[in-house]
């Protein structure tokens, strides 16, 4: 049984309170409090020594990506950042080690907004839970399923970048050093999209953040919106660094490897317009790649036919 | 440095959003969204197998205590629950304990009418982290600042009770199994104090829940509320089985060891015929061990003098 499943399986139920707006099985939950102005999406991520990071990597990289994962979330529901909460596991209280976690949780926090308003200290394996809120206008909230046949597929900014950095620090694809370092960045200090987003808010017909990569990510959003897709390799957005790599890596990378932290989000044709009227705000630039179809699952075309990925995306307990 | 000092020293700042009424420091945040009827109390406690539950312990019981542990902070800010997170590290997906484990986590859950709303799955070492969520009318949450000078302060339940199973379970104490049978009980499934918390709303000045031991979250009011506080250990609520084992164990398992979940308030004088008018609808009684001094700190008075406990309160990262 896999990740998904196993939430499915054992603990998805459906929801009794009425402030419950959406429970398990999107980027963030929402709850509308009775009376407010604005309902709140709620959601949260654990990473790990180990499997989500690797042992000895530097602290405010750590602090500043077990942030910057559930700000993506936030960013995926087009919420507003609001506060967060910061359960931590250590093996000891290591000063340099949590100054430097500090800063680079902190680094984030402030440029997003957030304040931290609780957690928890305990001693244990290297490990962070961080559970964000944010605020979004009742009924706006870009969910995963109001995708429809006849939308268009778009994803933001760049994809690959972290994969083909995660590939370059192992030494599995070799770049010139120039090319590297931006791709580090990527690795190391995501950017979550919250201003584009809430600009997207009104727009896109279904949204969701790229963690565990395009293919395994687009599929949430055509399952829980019951439609298919058509992707066409060619409209991938990548890097002249990933261009570089291309014969080694191929579009694994791109497609299923994860850790983006884009956008993927549905936009129906009549409100193509609006897209780009925002665009133009946004460097990342939001790029078209492929189409709804009615049915189900992914089809991905290149110039010569079908696209088969080496992989699936990333999941934790897939056999 | 100790956990609470760790929190304090790296991670608290003053709030910059306004919605945060409360941040860090209480037993849940306290948020005010825009127009709301009722404010957000958010709590998150993480568990560690070998730390905070024994290797091989129960599923069912693992899950119903993770939960329990963060309904009662809501209970100790006199919340109604609403709605909860789950991040779950396993190290291996195991169909009859995860079974047993939502079987625990839903029997609490549907006791107190808390939705799971989301959360996180990852492969890592077993530890539960649960976020939750309550309401509660503005201005009216229990918090740790309340308690002044002459007020009374009051217990829930029995003290020491988790302890006293501990010991008997680990052969540290020897009792009949006819009374050892309930201490477990009450180490493994403690009940929080909802329905109390809510009903001291307006009665108590400060409120916490008693999971560090006494002496420790009392410490807590005394610090928040800038008071010192006089007990007295005649009168502090033990059970038959407590009293059966007080020349071995002494008063530090109802005093210091933890894990009880009861609730631990302050009432001032005018408010304590309101309390009495309250304390007949909860079989758990609310006992008076002592009253809020001006200055700082805790002085414990038995028959004799002063007592002075053998250990401090819990804490993860004492040196």
């Known amino acids: 049984m896999d990740e998904f499943g196993l939430i499915e399986h054992y603990f998805k139920r459906p929801p009794r309170q009425t402030e419950v707006v959406l429970g398990v099985g999107d980027d963030a939950a929402l709850l509308a409090v009775q009376g407010a102005a604005r309902q709140l999406a709620v959601t949260t991520d654990t990473l790990i020594e180990g499997v989500h990071f690797a042992s000895g990597a530097a602290g405010c990289d750590v602090g500043y990506k077990a942030l910057a994962v559930n700000v993506s979330d936030l960013a995926a529901m087009g919420a507003r950042p609001l506060a967060f909460l910061l359960n931590l596991s250590l093996p000891k209280a290591d000063a340099a080690w949590l100054a430097d976690f500090r800063d680079g949780l902190f680094a984030l926090a402030d440029a997003v907004g957030l304040d931290l308003i609780g957690g928890d200290t305990v001693r244990g394996p290297l490990a962070i839970t961080i ?15 109001g995708a429809r046949a006849g939308d268009r597929i778009y994803v933001s900014g760049l994809l690959g970048e972290a994969a083909l950095g995660f590939l370059a620090r192992s030494g599995r694809v070799s770049l010139p050093p120039s090319m590297q370092a931006p791709l580090f960045a990527r690795l190391d200090r995501p950017l979550p999209r919250i201003a584009e987003g809430q600009a997207l808010l009104g727009i896109a017909s279904a949204a969701i953040d790229i963690s565990d990569g395009l293919l395994a990510d687009l599929g949430h959003i055509l399952q829980a919106s019951g439609v298919g897709a058509t992707l066409d390799l060619r409209r991938l957005p990548v890097s002249d660094a990933y261009v570089a790599a291309l014969a080694t890596v191929g579009y694994d990378p791109a497609l299923v490897f994860g850790d983006d932290y884009e956008l993927c989000f549905t936009v129906p044709p009549e409100r193509v317009p609006a897209l ?3 665009a133009t705000r946004f460097a990342c630039g939001f790029h078209d790649i492929g189409g709804i179809v009615a049915g189900a699952g992914c089809v991905v075309r290149d110039g010569e036919g079908l696209y088969v990925p080496a992989r699936a995306g990333y999941n934790h307990f897939h056999d």
């Open 131 to 145: 559970t964000a809120l944010g605020t979004v206008a009742p009924g706006e909230a870009l969910t995963r399923r």
């Open 276 to 278: 780009a009227g925002i």
